[in-house]
């Protein structure tokens, strides 16, 4: 009736009646809810929390760019030809302030505080009254306070000094927010953890099964503190690990941890969860080339088999460098040649590398040969970690649904024998963590740690480069044991390919505040263009 | 300012008698005949004027128009005294014989001239709300009469004013079939669009709607360009207005014109690709590059076979058929028209086809003191082809870069076509002929346009009008594509999907009006108001998985179906407006106008929904001074000084003043797989940042311009000097990533008006038209318009530059910010390529010296055979600050010339239009000249550098696809932009009355029969080394912050057309 009243009023030129010209010109979205309005349930706010974690899988994280990025850095990865556009900057450190990936890693790490705020935001304006919504709420907002904590973990460990912006308001109020010092960045981080684990759950129902529990918060808290140099903190968090009630164990297959299957096992403690693509009805195949929540349908799987696979993509070899960490003295004497028995897991190779060298084993048409090419001056040495290729001979397509791993127990054992020695403790409590590692995969023991602190921890950095390789773990190991610009230099000098350059230089030591960033923040100081 | 052909048949006036039966059973045996001649001042014929005779005694009326000979005839007027006969006929002034009286059954002759009309000063002209006569009007504005000879070819309205009127560019899309164009008046001075406000006949319209009007229904095209003449829009009229009338039944007998054309398009130019042993070559020359070896392949012979050259087997000549058919008549109480007109078209390159169908209905009724009106328009599309990144048809990069040594076919590769793949072949380009033979896209559109208005006289001078026309639109998709495996091993599955989308809104508008002349005064005012609908829009797409096989190729029998796509809201913002103008004219010489307008529009928030735009205008005709008799030498004279203000609301109309959540696009795809079985479990969140502030962007435009006539008003010139200040501009402001508010690989932004830009200009247009002797007729026009862009400032926040143009995943090249032109190019320069290692150290050793760094290096990554740039700020070292400004896309001046030449019986009418003084980026040079990936490329590439000492003019082959090095940002992918094309040559001729007559046999079957041939783009003369230089925007871009990125779009095609016209 009101409308037609308007019409009325439009046809005759009335006096004009404001109200009906406001009514006809206040238009009410039709294809989404009002932020003020829609977030006062729990199911509105499980909603918002699930969006925190769907940023895991946007571009610079886990479902492609993170395991090149670190991959690439840490001389873990080298590029083949086939490699296109900015990742292939990464592996000769000829990046600067623009490079794509290190921009969207900043942004997508940003974008996951910028969510977790949101649900911190609703939460404290809807204040439930309810009992099991309080209980819901509570655990949404530790579960966000977790993903927020991880992201100020890189940033803090990428960039040091950063925005820190611990409020939805924060940016509402000003947009351009200045750098904190990295020591209130960590400081936020362990404060805001603490406050997360006693209302994290420490398992799920099977229907929740990848959220954040108390064991990934405390991970990430002991993790904190080991990357702080506070070891004995570091030591306490991981220890609770070790205990009840929680009950993680190694997986007794190191294989199996980055087979299609690899989750739901003791091990995990925290996966990213990729869903194996199935269909172009549900998701895109190549959602992750920026499709993430809108032109890629719905899909969370990982182009990284696709990306690395030998008989795919082939973007990566793994470098030469890496095969030959698993070459070293034997344990048992120190002199012998051994070869550990994860390089068969961790890449494809000859006989003589310890490297896997058939493929297809589970195929139909049986098993083939890895079509290695010793006359490639680069070393054909590809990787084997995250690929299925025992499954089917090649995959036409993006579609892995193996988690992605971002901390697993033996990463904890290592962390937590890591925390001893630092204490000047060398003795059997490493020993026997690291050797519970090794055992699992069917190496050889160590029988000691070689007595000094130095020693054992020249064993604990390398049985962290053989266990985690592949696993993004290692740049940020040599970037915090400050030998970042030594082994890179060291091993890009030698390795096949690059042509003997020395490209780590100081300031790699931090990641470059990325344009994004720098070019549109007055309020962001950065020194030399670069940090 | 245009000169009107006046024997062209869209034109001619044909009256006939109007069947009052009562009259003309009264008089039926008594009647007279009445013959007559009309001729011109020089005693030529002159066929198609309109001849009325009307006795004032008993309203007795009737019409007829003169025949190819100037001969007209009535049979049988009833006797008596009183009558009246007018003679008119566009381009010449009517003449009105009185008081003749008929004998009965008496033969009685009539011998008349007419003169050419004063420079059609008294011709009506179609403005904002209203008509004004020529002399009146204040502002600045080209008439583009549609039918010059010529336009007949055109296969889209805007390509009718391509050349035709100054400081009006129009830009063609590219040159798909069916494509649209762009009209961009006076310069870029929005950041959102630069879309002119589109009227057709007299009500707001849009872009989509003028473009589906087919070129044979409309009578002439309006452009206001002067913000004095344009204010009575207020918002939307931002960059200008252009009025499109419509052709309208006219009083007379069913008159049937048909028009039917053929023809063939064709690229006009291709680019020279390597062979196979070139090819080879070059991928060895790149493995060795990148410290590599080949596929095993390479060393034998297999690769040496030339087996295609894919850039031809991509490019055809495609035919186009053109048939419209006209018919128009009526009483003087009732016109009617009504046309239909069918084109088909395929494109270029294969295998696209294009059709559409146009229908027009105008019904027109005359009841005493009540006018009404009807029309509905509706045009429907139909476009085959593939639906891919690049467009509907094959991807022009894939047929430069596939392997050539690869045939077409592979029946061991599922879908029947040869692949390639790294591992196998050193290169992933797609065979260009796979997609486009095994997706199967239709998508059909249509769009209907009714309008309806009735208009009462109230009293004397005083008149209301009220109008509505509404847009109903809608589409459907449908998809099937064969299974295949694509390059690199790729695997597309068989699927099928469906879509439709379907949108509608009304505009109603109301205005009162009054003309009155009081002695030496006029008076005319309008005031009214007007109220956009928001309307409605939604779509929905659904996909179908897991077909069984290929027998049945549709969605039907798909075992899976998901929707991938829906969405549902308002076509547009709803705007309510109130407006009024004043016009004054004293003694015809000095002529006042004032108008106001009030937008409010639901974009905004509740405190800046309103805005108001002014405009004034001053005319002054000095020719009529006492003091200006006394010359001759100009015979025509006006100048007219304006100043008005204009808006613009285009942003999104719900979610800028308040935060909305978002669950994906489309709404579900926000999720993350939880659980032991991995589900999807959906998120919801909010992407964006609020600005409750935002309010109308404001254009303020001075023009200053002069209208002038020489030799016996042969010869015409315009100029007109404006300066147009756009402020507060829309614009999404991108802020820093560590806001969050945004989507993966997107920057958070927030829409605020925040800058300010200038366009000032210079235009020139010159016409003129001689009637040589009995036979010739010449009419020439000219037109040149000059135009300065510049950004003043983007804001008073934080004013990053604003960078866009990302090509082939590479870095920016466009560059926005204050004291540069819109979307300007920005990189580095590039010197030239090293010659060996040498010449690199002497640098390395100037840089250590010139930084006091002994480590310092000229320029990182620097090997021999890469671009060296140049060292702008002379510093020793090149770092981002040596990226600058190298140019833009934005015209200098944009210029066109068209003459028309008819002599006897020919007809000749050739349009050239052309651009200078810009750059545009040649991205297809990543294929061409560099190989940082496997593919083919032209033989410019020859001329890369190969070893140390070369003196080359292309960089190396071999670097990271990344920009960096060679292919960072610079002016080596810069070219100039600058063309001149003859865009329109037609060669017409009429069979004379004589043959017309025998054909006729005696009867009146045809009244006009007309052949001609037509060129487009027959010539084009440019310096760019690409497949075309009218670049619209990179693909999927826009012309604000994209504009001239060649990308491998598809050129405008050279097309050769045979056409009939018939007239009955």
Not at chain 1, 339 to 367: L, N
Not at chain 1, 486 to 496: C, D, G, M, R, Y
Request: hydrophobic residues 35%; neutral net charge.
């Amino acid at each position: 009736m009101k409308k037609i009243i308007c019409y009325l009023f439009l046809l005759c030129i009335a006096i004009p009646s404001w109200n009906c010209k406001k009514s006809l010109l206040n238009l009410t979205s039709q294809s989404a809810y009002s932020y003020s309005t829609y977030f006062n349930n729990s199911n509105a706010l499980n909603q918002a929390t699930i969006a925190t974690y769907s940023v895991l899988l946007h571009q610079g994280l886990w479902s492609r760019e993170y395991y090149f990025i670190f991959d690439l850095l840490g001389m873990e990865a080298k590029k083949t030809t086939n490699m296109q556009g900015d990742l292939a900057q990464l592996g000769n450190y000829s990046f600067g302030s623009n490079q794509t990936e290190i921009g969207d890693l900043w942004g997508s790490l940003y974008r996951m505080i910028f969510r977790a705020n949101v649900v911190i935001d609703r939460v404290n304006a809807w204040n439930p009254t309810d009992p099991t919504d309080q209980a819901n709420v509570k655990q949404y907002v530790a579960e966000v306070k977790f993903l927020r904590d991880y992201a100020y973990f890189n940033i803090v460990n990428l960039w040091g000094n950063a925005p820190l912006i611990t409020a939805y308001d924060s940016v509402v109020n000003n947009n351009y927010i200045p750098r904190s010092p990295a020591a209130s960045i960590w400081a936020f981080i362990e404060s805001d953890l603490a406050s997360a684990i006693p209302n994290l759950p420490v398992a799920y129902d099977a229907a929740d099964l990848g959220r954040a529990t108390q064991g990934a918060a405390i991970a990430l808290l002991g993790k904190t503190y080991l990357y702080e140099k506070k070891w004995a903190n570091a030591q306490t968090e991981f220890t609770l690990l070790t205990q009840a009630p929680f009950t993680y164990a190694l997986s007794p297959v190191y294989d199996s941890l980055f087979s299609p299957t690899n989750q739901n096992s003791p091990e995990d403690i925290f996966q990213v969860m990729n869903e194996a693509w199935t269909s172009w009805s549900i998701g895109n195949q190549y959602s992750m080339f920026g499709g993430q929540e809108t032109w890629g349908g719905m899909a969370s799987q990982s182009d990284r088999a696709q990306e690395y696979g030998f008989n795919d993509w082939w973007n990566v070899y793994i470098t030469a460098s890496a095969v030959d960490a698993f070459h070293y003295p034997s344990p048992a004497d120190g002199v012998t040649p051994y070869v550990d028995p994860r390089a068969y897991s961790t890449f494809y190779g000859t006989k003589a590398s310890g490297g896997d060298t058939v493929y297809c084993e589970q195929c139909t048409t049986g098993k083939i040969s890895y079509p290695f090419n010793a006359s490639d001056p680069q070393g054909d040495y590809s990787w084997r970690k995250y690929e299925y290729y025992n499954l089917v001979p090649s995959y036409g397509g993006p579609q892995s649904g193996i988690n992605g791993q971002v901390i697993r127990y033996a990463d904890v054992l290592l962390m937590l024998a890591e925390s001893y020695i630092q204490q000047g403790n060398a003795g059997s409590q490493p020993l026997g963590l690291i050797n519970q590692v090794r055992a699992r995969a069917g190496a050889i023991p160590y029988s000691n740690l070689g007595g000094s602190q130095t020693s054992a921890m020249n064993i604990l950095m390398l049985e962290r480069q053989l266990e985690l390789c592949g696993e993004q773990t290692r740049y940020f190991d040599l970037i915090r044991w400050g030998l970042a610009q030594q082994v890179i230099n060291a091993e890009e000098s030698t390795e096949p390919g690059l042509n003997g350059i020395q490209p780590f230089q100081t300031k790699n030591l931090l990641f470059p505040i990325p344009d994004i960033e720098k070019d549109y923040n007055p309020n962001c100081v950065v020194n030399n263009g670069w940090n | 300012m245009k000169i009107k052909r006046f024997h062209s048949k869209h034109f001619a006036l044909m009256l006939f008698l109007i069947p009052v039966f009562c009259l003309s059973l009264k008089a039926q045996d008594k009647r007279t005949q009445v013959t007559g001649i009309v001729k011109n001042e020089n005693g030529t014929a002159i066929a198609n004027v309109s001849v009325m005779v009307k006795n004032t005694k008993t309203n007795f009326s009737a019409g007829t128009t003169t025949d190819s000979s100037g001969v007209f005839n009535f049979s049988k007027l009833p006797p008596g005294g009183g009558y009246t006969f007018t003679f008119s006929s566009v381009g010449f002034e009517t003449q009105k014989l009185s008081g003749y009286t008929l004998q009965p059954d008496a033969a009685f002759t009539l011998v008349t001239r007419l003169r050419l009309s004063e420079r059609a000063l008294e011709d009506v002209i179609v403005i904002g709300y209203g008509t004004a006569k020529r002399k009146d009007v204040v502002g600045s504005l080209d008439v583009v009469p549609v039918k010059e000879a010529g336009a007949t070819s055109s296969t889209n309205p805007s390509e009718l004013l391509i050349g035709k009127a100054a400081g009006v560019q129009v830009v063609q899309a590219n040159g798909v079939p069916g494509a649209d164009a762009q009209i961009i008046i006076r310069g870029t001075g929005s950041f959102t669009g630069v879309d002119p406000l589109y009227i057709i006949d007299g009500i707001q319209a849009d872009k989509n709607l003028f473009n589906a009007l087919s070129t044979q229904d409309i009578e002439n095209i309006t452009i206001l360009k002067d913000a004095s003449s344009t204010a009575i829009y207020g918002s939307a009229a931002a960059n200008g207005v252009v009025i499109i009338s419509t052709r309208k039944g006219r009083p007379g007998p069913p008159r049937i014109s048909i028009t039917s054309q053929w023809g063939e398009a064709k690229a006009w130019k291709q680019l020279h690709l390597l062979d196979a042993a070139q090819y080879v070559d070059l991928l060895q020359d790149f493995a060795a590059t990148s410290n590599t070896t080949l596929p095993a392949k390479f060393s034998t012979p297999s690769v040496l076979v030339d087996s295609n050259n894919w850039q031809s087997r991509i490019f055809r000549q495609a035919p186009v058929l053109e048939n419209d058919i006209n018919i128009s008549g009526g009483s003087d109480k009732v016109l009617y028209t009504f046309s239909v007109g069918y084109i088909k078209q395929e494109s270029i390159v294969q295998a696209m086809t294009f059709k559409r169908l146009n229908t027009r209905m105008g019904l027109d009724e005359n009841l005493g003191r009540i006018h009404l009106g009807q029309s509905l328009a509706i045009r429907y599309t139909n476009t085959v082809g593939q639906n891919g990144s690049g467009g509907p048809y094959a991807n022009i990069t894939d047929g430069i870069g596939y392997a050539p040594y690869k045939p077409v076919y592979d029946p061991s590769v599922l879908g029947g076509y040869s692949i390639v793949s790294n591992i196998a072949d050193f290169s992933n380009v797609n065979n260009p002929l796979q997609a486009v033979n095994l997706i199967h896209n239709v998508q059909a559109e249509f769009v209907v346009l009714p309008q309806i208005f009735g208009e009462v006289n109230i009293i004397n001078g005083l008149k209301f009008r009220t109008q509505f026309s509404a847009e109903i639109g809608g589409g459907k998709n449908t998809l099937y594509q064969f299974p295949y495996t694509a390059s690199n091993n790729l695997g597309e599955p068989r699927e099928s999907s469906l879509g439709y989308n379907d949108y509608s809104f009304y505009t109603l508008e109301n205005y009162f009006s009054y003309n009155r002349t009081f002695g030496k005064h006029n008076i005319s005012a309008t005031v009214g108001n007007s109220y956009l609908d928001p309307g409605k829009s939604s779509s929905v797409t659904d996909l179908g998985t897991g077909i069984p096989n290929d027998n049945i190729q549709n969605i039907s029998v798909a075992q899976t179906l998901a929707v991938t796509g829906a969405s549902y809201g308002y076509a547009r913002a709803s705007v309510i407006s109130y407006f009024g103008r004043l016009m004054y004219a004293y003694d015809n010489k000095y002529i006042l106008s004032g108008s106001l307008r009030e937008d409010g529009a639901s974009n905004f928030g509740t405190n800046n929904q309103f805005g108001y735009f002014p405009g004034v205008g001053f005319a002054w005709r000095f020719i009529d001074e006492g003091f200006m008799k006394r010359q001759s030498f100009i015979d025509d004279g006006k100048l007219r000084i304006g100043w008005g203000r204009t808006g613009n609301n285009n942003i999104p109309t719900t979610g800028v003043t308040s935060v909305l959540t978002f669950s994906g696009n489309p709404n579900g795809n926000l999720v993350y797989s939880l659980g032991s079985n991995k589900t999807f479990v959906p998120g919801t969140t909010i992407a964006s940042l609020a600005n409750p502030n935002i309010k109308w962007e404001t254009t303020d435009q001075t023009d200053i311009g002069l209208d002038l006539a020489f030799f016996n008003k042969q010869l015409t010139v315009t100029l007109d000097w404006y300066d147009r200040k756009s402020s507060g501009l829309l614009v999404s402001i991108p802020l820093p990533a560590s806001v969050g508010a945004d989507l993966t690989g997107a920057q958070p932004v927030e829409i605020e008006n925040a800058a300010d830009a200038e366009n000032k200009g210079f235009e020139l247009s010159a016409g003129y038209r001689y009637n040589i002797g009995r036979d010739l007729t010449l009419n020439i026009n000219a037109n040149i318009g000059f135009n300065k862009n510049r950004v003043l400032s983007l804001g008073s926040q934080f004013a990053a530059p604003i960078q866009a143009g990302v090509v082939q995943n590479l870095s920016t090249f466009t560059i926005t910010k204050a004291g540069y032109p819109i979307g300007s190019y920005y990189g580095y320069k590039v010197d030239h390529v090293a010659k060996d290692q040498a010449e690199i150290n002497a640098l390395n050793a100037q840089a250590a010296q010139k930084t006091g760094n002994p480590n310092a290096v000229y320029q990182a990554g620097l090997l021999p055979g890469d671009f060296i740039y140049k060292d702008i700020r002379g510093i020793g070292q090149i770092t981002d600050s040596d990226e600058t400004v190298l140019g833009n896309p934005i015209p200098k001046f944009v210029y066109g010339f068209s003459a028309g030449l008819t002599f006897k019986n020919f007809d000749l009418n050739m349009v050239f239009s052309g651009v200078a003084g810009l750059k545009i980026l040649n991205s297809v040079k990543f294929f061409t000249l560099i190989e940082a990936t496997g593919h083919n490329a032209t033989t410019g590439i020859l001329n890369r550098w190969r070893q140390p000492g070369d003196v080359a003019a292309e960089p190396r082959a071999g670097q990271d696809a990344t920009a960096s090095g060679n292919l960072a940002a610079s002016d080596w992918w810069l070219e100039s932009g600058a063309y001149l094309r003859l865009r329109n040559l037609t060669v017409g001729y009429t069979l004379p009355t004589k043959v017309l007559n025998s054909i006729n046999g005696g009867e009146h079957v045809f009244t006009r029969i007309r052949f001609y041939i037509a060129a487009q783009n027959l010539l084009t003369l440019t310096g760019y080394s690409g497949y075309d230089p009218e670049i619209s925007t990179q693909m999927g871009g826009s012309y604000i912050f994209t504009r001239g990125i060649d990308d491998g779009q598809l050129p405008q095609p050279r097309t050769f057309l045979a056409g009939l016209q018939l007239g009955f």
